[in-house]
């Protein structure tokens, strides 16, 4: 089921959170709202779904206009971030209640509800409590519960929030198969961009009520559209360097690269270097410094060079190299993957 979201407003009050914003989400496509806490990214989702009433702009699930209609009539499904179970009802009938609600028969019910708990599985807990399931299971009963009524949207508000490192690993790669088996369109909300970048077809990434940019997650990471979009995405961070464009790229009186082919830039810029494209492993032109932190992770070390003018830069470097806390150093950059910004964080 296509999505069109066109010229969207939502207002607080007198406070307009979100204003004209437009999102197309392909049929059977998944696709992640990322941001940070109070970007619009939830208040997007819950116009979507109905819970929250859309102030302008329109709202379209294939040529149906749903933009006036209640939730219950929007074919949706919403998996919350506090899963939203019923305590007191088996796991049976928690995934069954859509269909109750629709006054399905029992036997219909039973049949969908068998199908929906072996999708998931989960086949084995239909008699439990949600008070007797571990948190990864009461997601996966909040997801058959979700899906059971067959819906053309599936609506997931932060799922992973509330599981440990491990469970949040599973359930990853357990919600993108469910997706994928069904091919049902989702909306993933998230402020984590692991889960955006490993879930997702594409990521539209928020700030301050608009869409700062949208696209697939490997062209986001290589191709930011602004300083926000680089800085938000990578893990380590991205390092950012104040520098000068004249000719070549000048960082305080020490260190200097040559500008990448293509750029024409003058004048005070910012530049990007991820840790991955920095380090004694690289070639290409050198930016010298001295270590100022080592951070051993395995099979690679994770290294903070800090250079004369007092900036830093991150490195990756695979274990094995003998280095130093203090020791000076004269690591290469890959400068076909630097980036480049100006005064005001639009990417060069």
Not at 5 to 25: A, C, H, P, W, Y
Not at 176 to 200: F, P
Not at 237 to 252: D, V, Y
Not at 273 to 301: K, L, M, N, Y
Request: include cysteine; charge should be neutral.
């Amino acid at each position: 089921m296509r999505i069109e979201l066109q010229n969207f407003t939502k207002r607080f009050g007198d406070t307009t959170v979100i204003e004209d914003m437009s999102l197309s989400v392909a049929s059977g496509e998944m696709i992640a709202l990322l941001g940070p806490s109070g970007c619009g990214k939830s208040t997007t989702l819950f116009a979507i779904s109905g819970i929250h009433r859309i102030d302008g702009g329109t709202l379209h699930f294939g040529d149906r206009d749903v933009t006036r209609l209640p939730p219950q009539d929007r074919p949706v499904g919403v998996v919350f971030q506090n899963y939203a179970l019923y305590p007191h009802m088996s796991v049976a009938d928690n995934i069954g209640f859509p269909l109750r609600v629709q006054n399905l028969k029992p036997a219909e019910i039973k049949r969908r509800v068998g199908e929906m708990a072996e999708l998931v599985q989960i086949g084995n807990l239909l008699a439990r409590k949600p008070q007797q399931l571990s948190g990864g299971q009461q997601q996966r009963v909040a997801l058959a519960r979700a899906l059971v009524r067959k819906p053309d949207v599936l609506l997931l508000d932060e799922p992973l929030a509330n599981l440990d490192a491990k469970l949040r690993l599973e359930m990853r790669s357990e919600i993108r198969r469910l997706q994928r088996e069904t091919g049902i369109t989702a909306i993933l909300v998230t402020h984590d961009q692991i889960e955006a970048m490993s879930m997702c077809d594409r990521i539209a990434l928020m700030k301050d009520g608009r869409i700062e940019q949208i696209s697939t997650p490997g062209d986001m990471y290589e191709r930011p559209a602004s300083r926000y979009v680089a800085g938000f995405l990578g893990n380590p961070p991205i390092s950012f360097l104040r520098a000068e464009a004249k000719g070549q790229l000048t960082i305080g009186a020490d260190n200097a690269l040559p500008l990448p082919h293509g750029t024409a830039a003058r004048g005070p810029i910012t530049l990007g270097v991820r840790p991955e494209h920095f380090g004694p492993q690289h070639r290409g032109p050198s930016i010298a410094g001295q270590v100022s932190f080592i951070e051993p992770q395995g099979r690679e070390d994770l290294i903070d060079v800090t250079l004369p003018c007092d900036q830093r830069l991150r490195a990756i470097v695979p274990a094995g190299h003998d280095i130093a806390l203090g020791q000076p150093v004269t690591w290469q950059v890959d400068l076909s993957r630097v980036h480049l910004f100006d005064a005001e964080g639009a990417r060069l």
